[in-house]
């Protein structure tokens, strides 16, 4: 079965959006580029018009150029090899693909397989939850983990001392890709599928972990509360530094009180704690 390839230049902050979108129509496979995205799909599951009112919601905005192509066969795991590089975390965490080698000078070690699901370290909002985690005591916490993707953050949660782990996804291909990750990181939990609402977490977290995007976060943020134990620590990414003051307006009113922020690439992160 033949693959189509569309190879789709844009600026750096809408590569992330244009996965999620496209993974909803039916692309299987990515590749992140240092000029946008390369996209794949079965010849059998491209929907062209779905397609074309993707591209038409962020040309502009995004400045999208894009070539489309037909490739037979791809060996994804050397266009990974070629693609994927190790990200360091300052001296916390080391991220890496399983045919990398290991080093020994980080405090911790994740290896990530990460096929096309999200969050593997290069994106400036993975990359800044993972520093917040090392702000943030888990030893013996219970953590839950929203929208986990490629299931890094719930892996970096074990290595800081998690008691317990709770992971999910509403895409299938994360929930199968996340649970390899667990196996490789030695995680015996197991990711599930569904929103937040559907999963419906019981009891309370010490930690709930978020890194979505800023429509789902404000309108799960009481959710999130809920499910947060007295001076437990909500940890969002996934929305833009002006996007900031709105995240803080609906957090306030639910108790949530702003411990620490930061921003890359025009990304931002926060920590807030339930008072």
Known sequence: MDYLEFKIKCLEPFQEILIAELSMI???????????????????DFDREAFDAVIAQYIVDAKITLEEGIMPKINWNEEWEKNYDPIEVDDLVYV?????????EFKHEIVINPKMSFGTGHHATTFQMLRHQGKVDHQGKRVLDVGSGTGILAIMAHLLGASEVEAFDIDDWCVDNGNENFDLNGLTTRMG?????????????????????KNILLDEMAIYTDCLKSKGFLLLSGFYTEDI??????????????????????WAALIVQKV
Do not use: M, W
């Not at 003051?245 to 025009?266: V, W, Y």
């Open 26 to 44: 039916g692309f299987d496979s990515f590749l992140e580029t240092e000029e946008g995205i390369d996209a794949y799909t079965l010849d059998s």
């Open 96 to 104: 890496r693909a399983s045919f990398h080698p290991s080093r020994s």
């Open 193 to 213: 599928l569904g929103t937040i609402r559907e999963v419906s977490p019981q009891g309370e977290f010490d930690i709930v972990l978020a890194n979505i995007n």
């Open 245 to 266: 003051e709105d995240l803080n307006t609906c957090a306030k009113p639910l108790g949530l009180e702003l411990i620490s922020q930061q921003s890359k690439d025009n």
